[in-house]
């Protein structure tokens, strides 16, 4: 039953009061806010992200690489979900003119260096993935790629013991954009070395002759036009690291 509209009314000195009471909490909080705030930026900064801001990420980090494996698989999806019109974003390391010589360097070991042509890696078994890329910008779209699995590429090319290492860093050739990966996440099943792109040779602006793909990462690890790959048990150079991202960026 409704009750008389007299009744519901609240008294307008009580309306006061909690008007009153939420507004001065309202206060509270907004200086609390700015106090946190102006907190976390005075703390000393670490690769372009204040302290407590790397803890954070740290611990993402732990977390992401506990559920890291190679039988935990990102999703894939059918050919035809493949995007028409793939986006592009980044252009670091793809300014200059290719080389045309461009051969992909990987260094063993010092004084022991591997050079391999486009044709090489095509000699490896192809691999393809359908899976839907994220960029840390907020935007993701699924794509198609084709390419050599890191990890065959490393069985076939005697780069297991390099595997060894904790991790492997990228670079393109003009040495402008460069990566670091922890190794657990570079010998994943999922994780290519890529020269096709949704059936077709990869376009030059999506990183021909060879891209990364790393599903198990946002797309700013999966570097376009790799130059040199190298092994090191100390966490590579990483261009977005060192502007306050996330090392790890997993997925
Ligand atoms: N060489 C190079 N690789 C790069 C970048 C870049 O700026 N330079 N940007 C990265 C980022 S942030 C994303 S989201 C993807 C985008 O790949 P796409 O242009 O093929 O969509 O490439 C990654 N690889
Ligand atoms: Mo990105």
Avoid at 73 to 101: F, H, I, M, Q, W
Avoid at 188 to 193: C, S
């Amino acid at each position: 039953m409704l009750k008389d509209p007299e009744q519901i009314e609240i008294s307008s000195k009580k309306f006061i009061r909690k008007s009153i009471i939420a507004f001065v909490i309202f206060i509270i909080a907004i200086f609390a806010a700015i106090f946190i705030w102006k907190w976390i930026h005075r703390q000393p900064d670490i690769a372009g992200s204040p302290k407590p801001i790397r803890k954070v990420l740290s611990l993402d980090e732990k977390v992401f690489s506990k559920v890291l494996s190679d039988n935990h698989l990102v999703k894939t999806y059918p050919e035809s979900a493949e995007a028409k019109n793939v986006r592009l974003n980044g252009d670091l390391g793809l300014k200059s003119a290719l080389d045309s010589s461009w051969k992909l360097k990987i260094a063993k070991s010092p004084g022991d260096t591997l050079f391999l042509t486009l044709d090489d890696l095509k000699a490896l078994p192809k691999t393809e993935i359908t899976f839907d890329f994220k960029c840390i910008e907020g935007w993701s779209q699924i794509s198609h790629w084709g390419g050599v699995k890191f990890s065959d590429l490393a069985r076939r090319y005697n780069l297991l013991s390099q595997s060894q290492k904790n991790y492997v860093g990228l670079i393109t050739p003009d040495k402008q954009y460069y990566v670091g990966i922890d190794m657990a996440s570079m010998m994943h099943p999922q994780t290519l070395l890529c020269y096709e792109m949704n059936g077709k040779p990869l376009p030059l602006k999506h990183g021909y002759p060879l891209r990364l793909i790393i599903p198990v990462k946002y797309g700013i690890k999966s570097l376009k036009r790799v130059g040199t790959i190298f092994f090191s048990n100390t966490p590579p150079p990483d261009y977005w690291y060192e502007r306050g991202y996330d090392y790890y960026s997993g997925l």
